[in-house]
């Protein structure tokens, strides 16, 4: 089986911009969830979808904002970047999300300048 | 508030020679529980996990131990081998009583080396 694929690998941005980052699960899995990872917070959840469905929220800001499609496809969009978005956005898959391994993809390295 | 804290920020270990890396967590809801490696610029790859109903689990030279009492949990790696070097993240989570919801909180990470 083909694993977690993230896209685009690497992004340069400026503050103010807005940025999509997509993100396809392991086929079957419909639960697909966010993280962000800084040196100094480490993983941060961001948002689960499961069915289209938001399911899970962290704390962030509204600009975070994230989507997924009929064929468990998700995207995440942040809006009016800032300096400290600049992380690895890592997006990992599950069958359902219920106790179960997530499998993460190699994630994208979003460069805010 | 940190949830799950792994604190030791390195360990250092000689090849053959057993790595044991440590997890604290302060949320007695966590009933399940995870290691992931991750190498530089990939995604986290998922090692072990272990159901808070057990206090053992083995998977080859992996053994995870859960002290629920102790709010603890530790990782086993026997042998250690150079290809193990990588940053271990310890991850938890809450089944909520709707059992739907699921997200994994990390703790910071131990950045393990074996050395040959």
């Known amino acids: 089986k083909a694993g977690v694929t993230q896209t685009p690998r690497y992004l340069i941005k400026t503050r103010g911009q807005q940025v999509t980052l997509s993100c396809s699960p392991i086929s079957g899995h419909r639960s697909v969830s966010w993280y962000q990872q800084t040196p100094g917070q480490g993983l941060q959840f961001l948002f689960e979808y499961f069915s289209e469905t938001q399911r899970n929220k962290g704390n962030f800001p509204g600009r975070f904002s994230g989507r997924q499609f009929s064929n468990s496809r998700s995207e995440m969009n942040v809006s009016t970047l800032e300096l400290g978005d600049s992380a690895l956005y890592l997006c990992?898959?599950?069958?359902?999300?219920?106790?179960?391994?997530?499998?993460f993809g190699p994630g994208t390295r979003l460069l805010v300048l | 508030d940190q949830q799950v804290k792994q604190n030791s920020p390195s360990l250092s270990v000689q090849e053959g020679r057993i790595s044991i890396l440590n997890c604290d967590y302060t949320n007695s809801m966590f009933d399940y529980f995870l290691w992931y490696k991750k190498y530089p610029a990939e995604g986290p790859t998922f090692l072990i996990s272990?159901?808070?109903?057990?206090d053992k689990n083995e998977d080859g030279r992996f053994t995870v131990f859960l002290n629920k009492s102790a709010k603890h949990l530790s990782l086993h790696i026997v042998p250690s081998q150079p290809g193990d070097s990588a940053v271990y993240f310890c991850a938890a989570s809450v089944r909520n009583s709707g059992g739907s919801n699921y997200k994994l909180t990390f703790g910071k990470g131990t950045l393990l080396t074996v050395n040959p």
């Open positions: 990992a898959s599950s069958l359902s999300g219920y106790q179960e391994t997530q499998y």
């Open positions: 272990i159901s808070s109903i057990k």
